[in-house]
T-cell receptor
């Protein structure tokens, strides 16, 4: 696609529920990233995919967070048993290659956990 | 100490003035530095990248890097109201060859007519 697409744009859920956030990167971009941005804060790195493997998962905050990627396209970030501190905007970004560190971000998925 | 520090602002400048945004970082190994602009409710947008000591100019924007002082700055000349946004400084984590960025918390810039 022309840009990085994310869905849903907004998600409100109850504490304890599971959520899935989807990212469709720019066509041809092999590298894909997930970041989290809490209100009034900078972005926090969560995970990096090169193709469908994740060589760096070091930013995932707990084992409630997981992500997968199909080939060199869509990625899904799953948060199980959501907590209120998970409320944030989850941003996906992609780049042409892993060695290219110029990232293009999607519009984000705003998650609110009640 | 935060890995990437910025003054949160808000920084307020009149239209036509020079806005100066500053950032310090703690990782001496870092080699790649970026400035992103983020309008309220929108995603970050890359406006400048810099890799070598010195100045890099692009239109009204100038990025300055001093690796010895671990300092990077962004100057915006002839500031316009449309420049009002949050500016995020980002540094590639030292020792990584991919886009694992560490961000500052951002500086809110307001340009008033």
């Amino acid at each position: 696609g022309a840009g990085v697409s994310q869905s849903p744009s907004n998600k409100v859920t109850e504490k304890g529920k599971d959520v899935e956030l989807r990212c469709d990167p720019i066509s041809g971009h092999t590298a894909l990233y997930w970041y989290r941005q809490r209100l009034g804060q900078g972005l926090e790195f969560l995970i990096y995919f090169q193709g469908n493997s994740a060589p760096d998962k070091s930013g995932l905050p707990s084992d409630r967070f997981s992500a997968e990627r199909t080939g060199e396209s869509v990625s899904t970030l799953t948060i199980q048993r959501t907590q209120q501190e998970d409320s944030a905007v989850y941003l996906c970004a992609s780049s042409l290659t892993g060695g290219a560190n110029v990232l293009t971000f999607g519009a984000g998925s705003r998650l609110t956990v009640l | 100490q935060k890995e990437v520090e910025q003054n949160s602002g808000p920084l307020s400048v009149p239209e036509g003035a020079i806005a100066s945004l500053n950032c310090t970082y703690s990782d001496r190994v870092s080699q790649s530095f970026f400035w992103y602009r983020q309008y309220s409710g929108k995603s970050p947008e890359l406006i400048m990248s810099i890799y070598s000591n010195g100045d890099k100019e692009d239109g009204r924007f100038t990025a300055q890097l001093n690796k010895a002082s671990q300092y990077v700055s962004l100057l915006i000349r002839d500031s316009q109201p449309s420049d009002s946004a949050t500016y995020l400084c980002a540094v590639v984590a030292g020792g990584t060859s991919y886009g694992k960025l560490t961000f500052g918390q951002g500086t809110i810039l307001t340009v008033h007519p």
